[in-house]
């Protein structure tokens, strides 16, 4: 149990008309290592408080001048010293006049005339609370503080990073010119040797202008929130298919759409991010050659769930577990991971989640829920 000794003294103000009273006050509480000042009536204590801060005062109600209720609503009024705790002593039995105490402000009664181990019971049990309070708050505010430098911080990198990303993208489309102008050359030539080197070439440049443009979304989508439209999926996944073509044809893959889609809410490119990044993973990872199969399911909770089946070798319960957050491993893991990191990110902003279910040994279901546009 934690006494005052364990607490650390602190410093007491006694307010009290009565000579006796204060004088056994004094010498009790001082004998157990506090620093005590006194006052004989509340105009002086006022004054004192305007000089020094106490840790705690013992204020007498029925005092001459100005009674207790009113020192008590002046402490409480000045911002410096409303956070004192007030532990009123008092003859008054009367329930009303206890109630209006605790209304004022007070944190405690004595009933006079006062026990000395009760006194010293009170006033470590609200020292003790006090003096928690105050770390706590200070605790608070430190955390406040971090958070402020945190969000700077994290305002910095994003600015930093979308700098970078787009100085980044500027050698690479440069370089976008240069392989076209060889490609045309080297087209003449007899031996397709080099011309595949070239392309091999476009198609790393390619690779990392798209991871660029991913650090790019994911840093616009930690800074704002979700923009909410009425989307129109059978449009959205047409446009995500024309840009997935040539790595459609590339593994020879095949699309199963539904003939229809429910409307949900959402920002298009965004929602075209999550198809595309969900549909290449599959085209990627899936089958050989990868079977995919797209659809839609609404859910009791309002919400749809949007999701991409394959045919590939059913992941693990650990795989499914790190898929949207496994940024480790080599350079093609880390992009996989950025990809479905993006997917998770987006889906977030509208209150939906991703994840991934598989089969027995073959298939993945890939999916993520968006609210549903309900019609009136």
Known sequence: MNTIQDLGKGTLLIVDDVPNNLKMLFTYLRDHDFKIRVAQDGEDALEQLNYAKPDLVLLDVMMPKMDGFEVCRQIKKNPETR???????????????????????????????????????RISAHMGLSKMRKLLEQQ??????????????????????RIVARDLKKPLIR?????KILLKDLAKLPDPEPARFVHEIEQARRDMVATIDDLLLLAEVRSQGGIMDELDLGAIIGRVKDRLEYLVDKYQ????LPASWPVVWGYAPWIEKVWENLITNAIKNGGRPPRLELGADRQDSGFVRLWVRDNGPSLSAEQRRNMFTALEGGIEQAQEG????????????YGGKAGVDSEQTIGNTFYFSLPEVVSE
């Open 175 to 179: 370089l976008s010119g240069m392989t």
């Open 140 to 161: 608070i505010r430190m955390r406040e503080e971090d958070n402020k430098v945190l969000e700077q911080r994290n305002r910095d990198l994003e600015a930093y990073a």
């Open 83 to 121: 956070d004192i705790p007030v532990i009123f002593m008092t003859a008054l039995t009367d329930t009303v006049d206890k109630v209006q105490g605790f209304e004022i402000g007070a944190v405690d009664y004595l009933t006079k005339p006062v026990q000395q181990e009760e006194v010293l019971a």
């Open 253 to 256: 893959g095949k699309l199963q």
């Open 338 to 349: 950025l990809s479905m990191s993006i997917v998770q990110r987006i889906v977030e902003q």
